[in-house]
């Protein structure tokens, strides 16, 4: 048993270590080739978009560490990027608009959870469901996009910057992720998600309510996606009702690169976040490479599948045979 | 045994008259539906890409898989063919097309099946791939329609369009390969039990490399008769439709977890999202209230499927306990 958890153990850092040697590969490779990739600007840009990636994928790890899945991600946030910027418009603050965001994301997600506890309906099938519904009450709600939104609705991204330089929701970013780590690693709760998606029956027989921490998790994942919208949403005076759609793709690409797999049970939240890193490279690199921003989704389609191939490769022989081509 | 095969039974009747209800619903709203052109050329002849696809969608979710990139591999493929025949002319165009549609199918399968990477993610990310693939080699511009396409696109004959054939073909020969072969058994054996199946000496690689190309190959299909009705197609054309033909097998009483569905239902709910989609567009209601219809009814339809599923399973769990109390006196 002793011997095995540390087997796991060291597994579960190589996947991590790679991940790392990949990323500062890239990282020298864009010094020496991509000249202005190292831009002050362009680094803050990049890093605003790795901060709303990764405030999202936190929430998906937890999702897919249940092993369910949250595909509805992308059209939940553009709906709360409509709440949050309809608030906006009245003159409310950021003070008040992100933790109402953030309470409409953890009750639209908490149905999501619902559906799939209460009415046994699988992940996918529940929340591609909800994501119809989602993405079909926008447009009547609202009329294309709000616009001409003031300034204190993008004080977030315009005006507030950490030292003068560093965008601001550098800070909710690094809220999250310290708070996510330290969750992840030491609370009870998390030992719950990972048992659950290691064995769903084992952890009802030892006590873990499943049904509600399953759906305690989508409601969590729901307000990291409020604070994701708000900083998707705050970035231009004009917000649109398909803002986000298919941003759902990318957070969960980022758990998937991070090395957690959607069979449940298993990886890291700080693989996320280089995960996450990662894909936020992939289209300012390009750009600074001289190749048309077009071939963006290609590179980034072809890294996961490079990742999860070789991650797969690695652990094919200590892989149970009953892990199943396919499966969940 | 008995059980599953009253299961089934009822769950496609109920589409049936899920179908005869919508469907004299639209009609008495608003008569033009009725009329034969109507139904031909705009209700049945817009759903006949979704119905191809789902064909195969539905053995692959039979054996607890699934394809997200099948939208992908259709944009892909028919862009591929539209710039050959472009080039070397019509027979070329369809050729490449195919090709190009087996060769996405070959490498979502051998990752799945050889390397044994879950489904969903070799699936979502060759979607990036192809989407990405197929954005990068036109660089955003759309394609157009080369003559063979039009010619399954947007030809008739015998007064009705070609496309509708060739769906009406595929329907069967999909229904007899998965409810008459053995090649169908074997897939709801995977689905049912995998390393069973494997035992009884199915070799369970060599038959999911199988039903991913040939997904791919119906995907090209799909994509010859699309790209003929538009007569262009823009790179992100496709992405909808991933989740669209998901909704259909589901809906047709398919499992997502595997080992259950067949195709009839598959067939029946083609054709409620057919009349549904048109039914709507008929009505005068705007295309995100369809969206809406969509979510509701596949919601719908879950729980249905859910507690069909629960009271057949308790019934059959009395029956063996009252089989065992006789037994044991």
Not at chain 1, 288 to 303: E, K, T
Request: overall charge positive.
């Amino acid at each position: 048993m002793d011997n095995s958890q540390k087997k796991n153990l060291k597994k579960l850092m190589t996947t991590e270590f790679y991940l790392l040697l990949f990323l500062i590969l890239v990282l020298l490779f864009l010094a020496v080739f991509a000249k202005g990739f190292y831009d002050l600007s362009n680094l803050m840009n990049l890093l605003n978009r790795f901060n709303y990636v990764l405030i999202a994928a936190v929430g998906m790890n937890m999702i897919i560490i249940t092993s369910n899945i949250d595909v509805s991600a992308g059209a939940l946030v553009s709906v709360l990027c409509i709440i949050a910027a309809s608030l906006g418009k009245q003159g409310l603050p950021i003070g008040v608009f992100l933790p109402v965001t953030m309470a409409a994301g953890a009750v639209l997600s908490m149905i999501n959870g619902l559906f799939i506890t209460k009415l046994h309906i699988p992940a996918i099938v529940a929340t591609l469901a909800t994501t119809q519904l989602f993405q079909g009450v926008l447009p009547l709600a609202v009329n294309g996009s709000i616009y001409d939104l003031p300034a204190t609705f993008t004080w977030l991204a315009y005006d507030a910057k950490l030292f003068g330089i560093f965008p601001a929701s550098t800070v909710l970013m690094l809220v999250v992720i310290v708070t996510g780590l330290l969750f992840m690693k030491y609370s009870k709760f998390s030992k719950k998600l990972y048992a659950i998606g290691n064995n769903k029956n084992g952890a009802r027989l030892a006590g873990v309510n499943v049904d509600r921490t399953i759906v305690i998790a989508y409601t969590i994942a729901g307000a990291l996606y409020g604070i994701t919208a708000v900083i998707i949403g705050t970035a231009s005076q004009r917000v649109t009702t398909t803002m986000a759609n298919g941003k759902e793709m990318t957070f969960i690409a980022a758990v998937v690169l991070g090395g957690t797999s959607t069979a449940g049970g298993s990886g890291k939240l700080i693989g996320t976040v280089i995960g996450a890193f990662i894909l936020s490279l992939v289209s300012p690199a390009i750009n600074y490479l001289g190749i048309s921003p077009d071939w963006s989704d290609a590179i980034m389609g072809g890294i996961i599948i490079l990742s999860v191939v070789a991650s797969a490769v690695n652990i094919k022989k200590k892989r149970r045979i009953s892990a199943a081509p396919g499966g969940r | 045994m008995k059980t599953v095969k009253k299961l089934k039974f009822t769950f496609n009747i109920a589409l049936l008259l899920i179908l005869i209800v919508i469907f004299a619903a639209i009609s008495i709203l608003n008569p033009v539906f009725l009329s034969p052109e109507y139904l031909l050329n705009v209700v049945l002849r817009n759903v006949v890409e979704l119905g191809l696809i789902s064909l195969p969608m539905t053995l692959i979710i039979i054996t607890g898989g699934i394809d997200l990139s099948v939208g992908n591999i259709m944009v892909l493929s028919a862009m591929v063919g539209a710039m050959a025949a472009g080039r070397m002319g019509s027979v070329a165009g369809v050729i490449v097309t195919f090709l190009v549609g087996l060769a996405c199918g070959l490498f979502n399968g051998i990752i799945i099946a050889k390397v044994k990477v879950p489904a969903m993610v070799t699936t979502l990310a060759s979607m990036f791939l192809f989407l990405g693939l197929t954005r990068g080699m036109t660089g955003g511009d759309s394609v157009y329609a080369f003559p063979a396409a039009e010619a399954v696109g947007s030809k008739l004959f015998l007064g009705i369009p070609v496309q509708i054939f060739i769906y009406m073909i595929c329907a069967v020969l999909f229904y007899i390969l998965l409810a008459k072969s053995t090649f169908g058994r074997r897939l709801f054996g995977i689905g049912l039990n995998s390393n069973a199946t494997k035992y009884c000496g199915v070799d369970i690689e060599k038959m999911l490399i199988r039903i991913y190309a040939l997904s791919g190959l119906m995907c090209a299909l799909a994509a010859l008769i699309m790209i003929g009705r538009f007569s262009s197609l823009r790179y992100d054309a496709g992405t909808n439709i991933n989740l669209k033909v998901i909704t259909i097998v589901v809906l047709g009483g398919t499992s997502i977890l595997g080992g259950t569905g067949d195709l009839k239902g598959t067939i029946l709910a083609t054709l409620i999202i057919g009349v549904l989609n048109s039914g709507l567009t008929v009505l005068n209601i705007p295309i995100d209230t369809q969206t809406i219809v969509h979510g509701t009814i596949l919601i719908i339809s879950l729980i249905a499927y859910e507690i069909v599923n629960r009271r057949t399973s308790s019934k059959r769990l009395k029956e063996v306990k009252t089989e065992l109390l006789k037994k044991t006196g």
